[in-house]
Every structure is written in C-alpha cells, then in structure tokens.
C-alpha cells in the first residue's frame, strides 16, 4: 500500500540533503562546539553557519538566534522572559485559538494571580486587530499571537499587530512555527520582539527550534548554568540537529516561491474537487487569507476520527487538527473558538502539503475521501436523514 502523507502540520520527512549534512557529526565530527581545541572549533564553525541560514530565511541577524529543543521550549521561554523583565506587570494577552504551548502555559500563569486575556476570532478565525488595541494597557508585559493557525492555516495580521502592541510598551511575541518557510518573513522590516519555529516543520529533525530574539530586546534565560546561546539558553548545543536546521532553512529559503505556486495549486485542486464531490462542507477559514499548504474542511452529519480510521486504511495521512490535542474526543479549540457549527465540527479534516507532495497524491484523496464520506452519513442516523432529504 503506496503512503501518501498529507500531515505536514504535524511533522515533516527530514529532507534526505539535511540528513546528509548532519550524518558526520554523530560519529566522525563529534567536538563540543565550546571546546578550546581544534576539533571542537570546527563544529562551532558550522554551528555559526547554521545560525547565519536560519537568520536568511529570517531577514534576520545571526546574533538574535537563540538555538532550542523546540517551538515549545521557545514559546515558553518568551512568555517567561517578558514577564520576569516586567515583574510589575501582571497582564497576558494571547488568542483563544493558540497552539497549547501557548495557551496552557497562560492559564497556568493565571493560576498563578497573572490576569490572561484571550482575544476572540470571528467566523473566519481571523482577529479583531481593534480589539487588541483596546485591551492592552499599561500592566500588560507580553502579547502573544501565533502568525499561522495549525489547523486551518489561517494568517494573523502579525505585522500590524505588533505595531500595535509596541506602541503600548508591550513587548510582543509570536509562535510562527507552521508560517515560517511557507511564507517570507523579514524581521528587519518588523516589529516584533520574539518569533519561535521549529525544525520539524520544515523538513528538519525533532528536538531543535529556534527562538529570534530582536537585538535590543530585554531578554531573561529560562535555562541557566552554562554561556551557550550568549548566555540565552544554557546546555551543551545539540549540533547535529542545529546544523540539520541551518541546512532546512536553507532549503526552506530556495523553495519559498514552490510553496507559494506549486503546492498552493495542489491545495486549491483538492479544496475545489473535494467541495463539488462532497455535498454540505465547508472550508475552515476559507474566507481569509491561508498558509498556501493547509487545508481544512468540515463535513456535517460524520466524525473526524472514523473519517481518518477509513483514509489510513487507503494509505492517506491527515489529521483531525493538532497532532499536540489527537487524543482528546473534544471538537478542536480552534473550531469552537470560530464558532463552526457542532456537526461540522465533529467532522473536520486537516490536510497539509508539502513540497514532497505530488498531483498523484491529491488525486488519491480525491478518488477515496468522497464515497468514505457517503458510507459514513449512510451509517449516521443524521446523515440518513440527510441523505433522504
């Protein structure tokens, strides 16, 4: 049985280019980088390498990298700093359709006697960028957006928001885990303080991220003991995977116009085939601007999970929105904050692309997810009634 892989949202194939370049320095290349010799000097050349690509795909300086474990640890570092640089603030605003690493750390803060605002999203998931003019204050330390939904791939007016927020002396944050590589970004031109990513994303390894740190901007270590990262992130640096990530944002810079054309064309064949194919559905998002690479479509009167049970019988991977929530029988946070209807919710397909993606990929979801949607409403005593109408 062929696989074909449309979870990219969820993690992506390491490019086989990024593992060959960091295969030597398991065994062969294997200095610390902070070393004084020369065996670890040659490892911290590449490690200076790697953070010099990372900020090119960024728009970025090389010293406003800060090498992590994960987009994670990088969202969690940011909140952090912010609020032990402004120990008098006692505000946080974030969005109620965040990817977890972000909002359950907010609502455990406001356990903590820290006042969480979590902005709304209208139908589209896009935010009311008035509103958050309106709720930040002088008590406000950190706003933190994500630049990308996971799930729908909707974009955020990030730029416009992080004018916003620093006009108000905020500092501002965003998770841009799922944006970063599928559309350009410039931090020379932006205003944003902090930016987390991640290397799985983009065709990189698990356990490496990135957090840019805007030079100039008060930052605090959530990990202490040692001077890596400029004293930003203690802990001996995870070489391999950082120079695996430097060779992925490479990549990730030289493929940006196939994400924009290539892949976003394959989107758009399965959103229009799938629709007309598939009667009552409805695109997550679809009336606002998206991640070129995600698709998210909700079909009434059927559940998600005997949705994706049927496809991976056939081969094809997707999801039913965050991999970090898929254990949960709950509609996802995000449709709920978008205000999708219960029995669309309920039946809510992610798929997202890459630029490993191929047409004959697209074609197979085309042929199989139509009469699996039929076999399910059939089953449904709301779809029977559907389909009786």
Not at 136 to 157: K, Q
Not at 189 to 218: F, N, Q
Request: with cysteine; glycine share 8%; hydrophobic share 40%.
């Amino acid at each position: 049985m062929r696989e074909i892989y449309l979870d990219n949202n969820a993690t992506t194939k390491v490019d086989e280019r990024v593992f060959e370049e960091m295969r030597p320095y398991f065994c062969e290349l294997y200095g610390n980088p902070s070393s004084m010799h020369f065996f670890g000097g040659q490892v911290q050349k590449k490690v200076d390498e790697a953070r010099a690509r990372v900020a090119s795909l960024l728009g970025a300086l090389p010293d406003e990298i800060v090498f992590t474990a994960c987009g994670t640890e990088s969202d969690n570092a940011a909140i952090r700093s912010a609020l032990e640089v402004f120990p008098e603030k006692r505000h946080i605003i974030t969005s109620r359709v965040e990817h977890p690493a972000v909002l359950t750390q907010c609502r455990n803060l406001s356990k903590r006697g820290y006042r969480v605002t979590e902005l709304n999203v209208d139908g589209n998931g896009q935010l009311d960028l008035a509103e958050l003019e309106k709720l930040v204050d002088e008590d406000t330390a950190i706003v933190s957006l994500m630049y990308a939904n996971n799930e729908t791939g909707v974009i955020f007016p990030i730029e416009e928001a992080a004018k916003i927020v620093k006009k108000k002396g905020a500092l501002f944050h965003t998770d841009a885990v799922q944006a970063v590589g599928k559309i350009p970004l410039n931090m020379a031109d932006s205003a944003i303080d902090m930016l987390s990513l991640s290397g799985h994303k983009l065709h990189a390894p698990k356990g490496v991220g990135v957090l840019y740190v805007r030079r100039g901007t008060p930052f605090r270590p959530m990990l202490v003991g040692g001077h890596q990262e400029r004293g930003r992130r203690a802990g001996t640096e995870n070489t391999a995977s950082i120079i695996a990530m430097g060779k992925a944002c490479q990549l990730a810079e030289q493929y940006m116009a196939d994400e924009a054309g290539r892949v976003r064309e394959m989107r758009d064949r399965l959103e229009r085939e799938l629709t007309a194919l598939i009667p009552n559905t409805r695109i997550n998002g679809g009336g606002t601007e998206r991640l070129p690479n995600t698709l998210s479509i909700a079909m009434e009167f059927v559940e998600g999970e005997g949705i994706l049970l049927l496809l991976s019988e056939k081969g094809i991977c997707a999801s039913s929105g965050s991999a970090c929530t898929s254990g949960s029988l709950e509609p996802s946070h995000v449709l709920r904050a978008m205000g999708v209807p219960f029995t669309c919710a309920h039946g809510s397909i992610r798929f997202s692309l890459s630029r490993f993606t191929t047409d004959d990929d697209i074609n197979a979801v085309i042929e199989a997810l139509p009469p699996i949607i039929s076999r399910l409403r059939a089953m449904s005593p709301f779809g029977r009634e559907f389909l009786n109408k």
